[in-house]
């Protein structure tokens, strides 16, 4: 069965750079979740969207920002890169945003050098 | 704030050794709480979703509980196969679908 394909798997990237990662839902998934996995920490929720909107946001910091497009697919684009921020960045998907299983993607990894 | 703690932080097991893994959350208005397994480098591979105290829910050689207070994962004749980080997290009432708290997870090691 399909599952959610985030890309690139691996990134590095020098201070003050910028980021972007994709994050393909499963197919017919219309909602889309942003996770961050610091090293040895669990995974932080950032920000969902659902039908294209965004839905409830978390500890996103200001330089990040992200949106869903006309296919669902969603980007999460992170500007001024810190060293902290490099972590897994976990993009999830459901079918509809209430009650409904959430399927994690592989996982992007992110190191800022 | 809503919080939840694993424990215990990790867990090696002989293979065939039964264990249980637990999760105590403390949460304004427990919507659901959520098991997930997640191996290194990858993401957390969804194994059960709890929604009330008494209920249960078994795969293979897993079975989840849920009380008031905790969740736990059992184990029963683990196999190698089984090593893998184990993740609680709750979904409150309040809270948009999808913004879990997790726990820092139990890493479980099982040798042949």
């Known amino acids: 069965a399909a599952g959610v394909i985030q890309s690139p798997r691996h990134l590095i990237k020098e201070k003050r750079e910028t980021a972007t990662l994709k994050c393909y839902p499963i197919?017919?998934?219309?909602?889309v979740y942003w996770y961050q996995q610091g090293p040895g920490q669990d995974p932080q929720f950032l920000i969902s969207?659902?039908?294209?909107?965004?839905?409830d946001k978390g500890s996103i910091p200001d330089r990040f920002s992200a949106q869903q497009f006309s296919d669902y697919h969603s980007e999460l684009n992170m500007s001024s890169l810190e060293l902290g921020d490099s972590a897994l960045y976990f993009c999830?998907?459901?079918?509809?945003?209430?009650?409904?299983?959430?399927?994690f993607g592989e996982g992007s990894w992110l190191t800022v050098v | 704030e809503d919080q939840v703690t694993q424990s215990p932080e990790a867990l090696r097991l002989q293979e065939g050794e039964s264990s249980s893994l637990n999760c105590s959350y403390t949460v304004s208005g427990l919507r659901g709480l959520f098991w997930y397994r997640q191996d290194p480098g990858k993401g957390p591979e969804f194994l059960f979703t709890l929604y009330s105290a008494g209920e249960e829910k078994e795969k293979e050689r897993l079975k989840a509980t849920l009380t008031k207070k905790e969740s736990f994962l059992h184990i029963t004749a683990p196999k190698p196969e089984d090593s893998a980080t184990y993740l609680c997290a709750v979904q409150a009432y309040g809270d948009s679908w999808g913004k879990f708290q997790f726990g820092a997870g139990t890493q479980v090691v099982v040798t042949p």
């Open positions: 969207f659902y039908e294209k909107m965004q839905s």
């Open positions: 197919p017919r998934h219309d909602t």
């Open positions: 999830a998907s459901s079918l509809g945003g209430d009650g409904n299983t959430i399927y």
